[in-house]
């Protein structure tokens, strides 16, 4: 048997790290449940202590009204009521009027190898000077400002600029099409754009402002485009743009902050659902904060002296409450790196080799302490070779992070020997755009890992896996992973569509956050969470809806009808397969597939190209004329031995459960 086979078998557990565990917050699985169940019996005491940790400019009268949403009029919960707050506050200026002030809050390293260390004194400065631009030109509290921009300080300034005049920000992936933008700009009518003239990825230059233009053709609810000057890249103007530097530059440093509602919208964000449509999940400021801060203290165990590198895009929700808000609001120092994890540096900034060691040297200089990373990362650092870590010093590192797919045992075990050196407790964080923070994780030091398990819930998230009906499922059973109650950090509506908020997330399951997950916990309470069981896909770590792919080729005129699913892949968790059956007389050949794949990506991004496309006279259907994906499954899968990213065992019962669930199957 090799020893990742004994590692499933035995499902063993790891002894929490002794080293880590005599400094951890939390220093043992005993700790852990008493933390737990005070925080289950006293849910409300318990979470007014954490926003303690916040800024607060009015304290709240009451911390919660208001219970999970039961019909479409029903508006849901309030935290910290009456609580006035302003996000930028606790991120930026306490630090910044602190010995913190020329601390690092964010080292920068740009693609080619260029750096910039900024601290919290300077960070206060340029967020103060991007508010009074924002203002100057007619921005104000409620206006929605989309940002589209690459990994650079400026992005995260951008976005604590706008939490600072209480403007919402919409934060669009650079790698999402013109098309795609349009319609996230379009939905949630945003006033204004901030964007780059590029960005660097694989030495390459993402047009940023080229994708911008093109977004703004069929929409008009934007006045300004501010853009920054990133690699010298020629734009086309118009009088609707900016030049950062000339706007935010010239702005003056001082800006008082005003503080807003508790529940003052502080950014909404487009997430795949079931539908065609992206949902713009909304969240708040005092709750977000409260979470996003207090699971960055908790998960990473996050000490002054840390360097915090968590690898997301900003456009991603980890990129939210892991790069910006939660660790800024802990006064911790980030790390920010713009490009791809195998660009070598340029010749200028003493670039070497294929670059497939990057990310390591990167730790090695920055003296990286907690690194926080998606599985799919990993499975390819293991394909790359264990010569490129083990060039280099990776002994700063204390503590490693996973998130965004189920981390099979393989990958978990090579993380932990290769980057961790036997040494680093790995937290494997399961949550979502939704929840706004980390839900299920282990605590360093105070909880023994499994490979592949989330471990526990975290004190005051109360989580379970229940049957349809709502009933808890014994041991090993899979089930449905819902969220019992309220939390400070969930989504409070979808902006737009209360009603959609209200179906999807509590109308499955009664009385019941539901997360759209399947899972088994086991004997010992530990979480295993097997994927969607809705229509939803986790590509590479991102999430997509097969239903918004499958709109995206039926919008091609030689389309006539397409079926989406995914398949097991062993680097990116799921591959899109999608079968299509082509308009009468035309020709299905390599050169259409060419085109379709093509298609999706002007259509919504690169990320949504079918792996494969699969031509079909006809799709199979049920006698009520719905596709049976379930079949086109089997088959998409049956062509390729399976990796072993899910075990056989989870795959059968998350086929299963997402039989029970899939109304249209
Ligand atoms: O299926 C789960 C998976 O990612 C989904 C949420 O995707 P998104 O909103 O894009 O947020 C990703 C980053 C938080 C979940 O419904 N997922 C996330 N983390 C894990 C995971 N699946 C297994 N293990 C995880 N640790």
Redesign the pocket.
């Known amino acids: 048997m090799s020893s990742i086979e004994s590692v499933l078998t035995e499902n063993r557990s790891f002894p929490p790290p002794v080293a880590f565990a005599r400094d951890a917050r939390v220093k043992s699985l005993i700790d852990y449940e008493a933390l737990y169940e005070r925080a289950a019996r006293e849910p409300e005491a318990f979470w007014g202590e954490v926003a303690c940790d916040l800024h607060w400019s009015t304290p709240w009268k009451q911390i919660l009204e208001g219970a999970f949403p039961e019909t479409a009029d029903s508006e849901g919960v309030r935290w910290f009521v009456g609580g006035t707050l302003n996000a930028s506050l606790s991120c930026v200026d306490r630090h910044a009027h602190s010995w913190r002030k020329n601390k690092a809050a964010i080292i920068f390293e740009g693609e080619p190898g260029d750096t910039t260390v900024i601290t919290y004194g300077q960070l206060h400065r340029e967020v103060c000077k991007a508010a009074n631009a924002l203002t100057s030109l007619g921005i104000k509290a409620g206006d929605f400002v989309a940002i589209y921009m690459p990994m650079v300080p400026e992005a995260a300034i951008a976005m604590l600029a706008c939490a600072r005049i209480g403007a919402p920000h919409t934060i669009v992936f650079g790698g999402f099409s013109a098309d795609a933008l349009a319609d996230r700009i379009a939905d949630c009518s945003a006033k204004a754009v901030i964007t780059a003239d590029g960005g660097w990825r694989r030495g390459q230059v993402v047009p940023l402002k080229h994708n911008v233009d093109k977004a703004l053709e069929g929409v008009t609810s934007v006045e300004h485009v501010i853009v920054l000057q990133r690699c010298s890249n020629e734009v086309a103007w118009t009088k609707r743009d900016v030049w950062w530097h000339e706007v935010v530059e010239t702005a003056s440093a001082k800006h008082e902050a005003q503080a807003f509602d508790s529940e003052h919208p502080l950014f909404s964000l487009y997430?795949?659902g079931t539908t065609g449509k992206p949902k713009g999940?909304l969240h708040t400021t005092g709750g977000y904060l409260t979470n996003a801060a207090y699971t960055t203290k908790m998960v990473f165990d996050l000490r002054d002296d840390d360097v915090f590198w968590c690898t997301?895009d900003i456009g991603?929700?980890?990129g939210h409450s892991y790069v910006v808000y939660g660790p800024l609001a802990n006064g911790a120092t980030v790390l920010m790196y713009e490009g791809a994890p195998n660009a070598p540096r340029s010749d200028e900034f003493g670039g070497s080799g294929d670059g497939q060691d990057r990310f390591w040297d990167i730790i090695e200089r920055w003296g990286v302490t907690v690194f926080y990373t998606a599985?799919t990362a990993i499975r390819a650092f293991m394909k790359w070779g264990d010569q490129y870590p083990a060039k280099h010093d990776l002994s700063s590192l204390r503590l490693l992070g996973?998130?965004?797919?189920?981390?099979n045992p393989e990958a978990w075990m090579w993380y932990r020997k290769q980057i961790g050196g036997d040494r680093c407790p790995i937290v494997?964080?399961?949550?979502?755009?939704?929840?706004g923070a980390?839900m299920?994780?282990p605590l360093p030091g105070a909880i023994p890992t499994k490979p592949g398990s989330?471990t526990r819930p975290l004190p005051g998230i109360d989580v379970d896996v229940v049957t349809r009906e709502g009933v808890p499922v014994g041991p090993n059973q899979g089930g449905f992973?819902v969220i019992k109650r309220p939390w400070p950090s969930m989504l409070r509506t979808i902006y737009g569509d209360h009603a959609r908020y209200v179906s999807t997330y509590f109308g499955e399951i009664p009385g019941m956050y539901f997360?759209?997950?399947g899972a088994r916990k086991d004997a010992d309470g530990y979480f295993w969470?097997?994927?969607?069981v809705d229509d939803?896909i986790?590509v590479a770590?991102?999430?997509l809806s097969t239903m918004e792919v499958e709109s995206a080729l039926v919008s091609h005129p030689k389309v006539a009808e397409a079926a989406v699913v995914g398949r097991p892949d062993e680097l990116k968790g799921q591959a899109i397969v999608a079968f299509v059956t082509p308009r009468a007389g035309m020709v299905a050949d390599d050169a259409l597939a060419r085109e379709l794949r093509a298609h999706v990506a002007t259509q919504i991004g690169a990320l949504a190209r079918p792996e494969e496309i699969r031509f079909a006279e006809a799709l199979p259907k049920t006698r009520s004329g719905k596709i049976m994906r379930r079949l086109l499954r089997e088959v998409a899968s049956g062509s390729t031995a399976r990796g072993d990213t899910t075990t056989l065992e989870d795959q059968g019962v998350l086929e299963r459960l997402a039989q029970s669930f899939a109304h249209d199957d």
């Open positions: 997430t795949s999940i997301a991603w929700v980890t599985p996973s998130v965004g797919e189920p981390i494997d964080t399961w949550w979502q755009t939704e929840t980390i299920i994780s989330a992973l997360a759209g997950d969470i097997m994927g969607r939803v986790n770590g991102h999430r």
